[in-house]
């Protein structure tokens, strides 16, 4: 009989990395300095609209300043160039976040790292199903609501769910997968508090370093 699937809930790794930046923003604050992390948005893509937000809202409970700047979709490269370079020479910048949709690249040598053997596929490649099918962990961020399909699942693989879409839905097809998951993030509440959380720690960390 297969053991229950685990849910990875990232507001609990979250809340452990936040509550960490509570005294450290705290000892930057009584020496006049807030840590304050600017964030670039180019056009309106709902997930980097939602991701934003949650960020923000975080900033805020943290005691962290958050500056948005909100670029045209048409912004050619050298005004975004320039935008990041007026931030850059901004002495009350710490960090600064560009809402890249790429995830697959930086995941996979991050989990080369650490001696896995990645393969990585796209919404396009053939056979994906048969391929998904050989991975003991399954990362998804194809951009598409519930494209990962619970039959291209091995059983016991470790399912993290990269994705956010409308209506709080990731790329993964949470129900199916859990049935043959031994682990699996959800959405909301699995990556996405996370990644906050790591990217207002390094903003803290620059912070620090002033």
Not at 24 to 30: C, Q, T
Not at 33 to 55: F, H, Q, W
Not at 84 to 109: A, F, T
Request: aromatic fraction near 4%; proline fraction near 4%; hydrophobic fraction near 40%.
């Amino acid at each position: 009989m297969r053991s229950a699937t685990m849910i990875l809930d990232g507001n609990l790794v979250a809340n452990e990395i936040k509550q960490n930046l509570v005294e450290r923003v705290s000892r930057l604050s009584a020496k006049g300095i807030t840590p304050c992390l600017a964030t670039i948005l180019v056009g309106n893509d709902p997930a980097s609209e939602t991701y934003v937000r949650m960020k923000g809202n975080a900033c805020r409970r943290l005691g962290i300043d958050s500056r948005r700047i909100e670029l045209d979709k048409n912004t050619s490269t050298e005004q975004l160039i320039q935008a990041i370079q007026e931030l850059n020479q901004d002495i009350q910048i710490h960090g600064i976040l560009l809402r890249s949709p790429i995830l697959g690249k930086p995941v996979s040598l991050m989990l080369l790292n650490r001696n896995a053997t990645v393969t990585i596929c796209h919404s396009k490649t053939r056979d994906l199903g048969q391929i998904v099918g050989l991975g003991d962990i399954v990362v998804a961020a194809v951009g598409k609501p519930k494209f990962i399909q619970g039959q291209w699942i091995k059983t016991g693989a470790v399912i993290l769910d990269a994705g956010y879409n409308e209506g709080n839905i990731g790329d993964v097809d949470y129900e199916a997968c859990y049935q043959v998951a031994s682990a699996i993030t959800p959405v909301p509440a699995g990556v996405g508090p996370v990644t906050i959380a790591t990217l207002l720690k390094h903003t803290v960390y620059a912070a620090e370093q002033v």
